[in-house]
């Protein structure tokens, strides 16, 4: 028995509006990927005893839209004019700093960990000590990771709901070697930043 030539049949008008909705999609989120900047930033310190980031959990309701089943992040607004303590800040910034960027066992790992501030790199040498600037440890200090895991609960009206649990490390762990007392009191702050 012959075969039928494979006809080609028309789309329809609601493919062809999935189509468009899905390149325009594709569109924006190429666009996103071009415009959001990349930071980095590392520091060393020995991080098992200093907190790092603001982690509590979040609980996500069972019921509702979804915009508003999960609890919103704590964000602090920070606005302040250029003044003396600005320039003390980025003197302070510039001194010189000892820091050691712990090796790794990752195959997958950054092996020189490539970091910018104010448009100048800084590469750093993993399992040695180097003297850098306190801006590019301030890179690293900043440069964290966090992965969240769920925790199912019960809500006080007895619906069963999910806990989001953050658990935040740092992407380059470092240790600083030598510092001032200003200066470890300054990274420990920076290190329990959100």
Not at 7 to 14: G, L, Y
Not at 46 to 75: F, Y
Not at 129 to 150: G, H, N, P, W
Request: hydrophobic letters at 35%.
């Amino acid at each position: 028995m012959p075969r039928l030539a494979k006809q080609e049949k028309e789309p329809t008008a609601a493919q062809l509006a999935a189509r468009a909705a899905g390149a325009a999609r594709l569109r924006t989120a190429n666009e996103i990927r071009r415009t959001q900047p990349v930071r980095s930033t590392r520091q060393f310190v020995e991080t098992e005893e200093q907190q790092v980031g603001q982690d509590r959990p979040r609980n996500m309701k069972s019921t509702g839209p979804a915009r508003q089943s999960l609890d919103p992040a704590i964000v602090q607004p920070v606005e302040v004019p250029v003044s003396r303590q600005k320039l003390d800040l980025l003197a302070f910034m510039e001194e010189p700093v000892t820091v050691h960027v712990h090796d790794t066992t990752d195959p997958t790992a950054v092996p020189i960990p490539p970091v910018w501030n104010d448009g100048r790199s800084q590469f750093f040498i993993r399992g040695q000590d180097q003297v850098v600037k306190r801006k590019f440890i301030e890179v690293l200090a900043r440069c964290k990771r966090t992965i969240y895991s769920q925790e199912k609960y019960t809500d006080g009206v007895g619906n069963e709901a999910y806990r989001q649990i953050p658990h935040t490390a740092l992407l380059y762990p470092f240790s600083v070697v030598e510092d001032t007392a200003k200066g470890r009191a300054w990274l420990k702050a920076i290190l329990a930043e959100a």
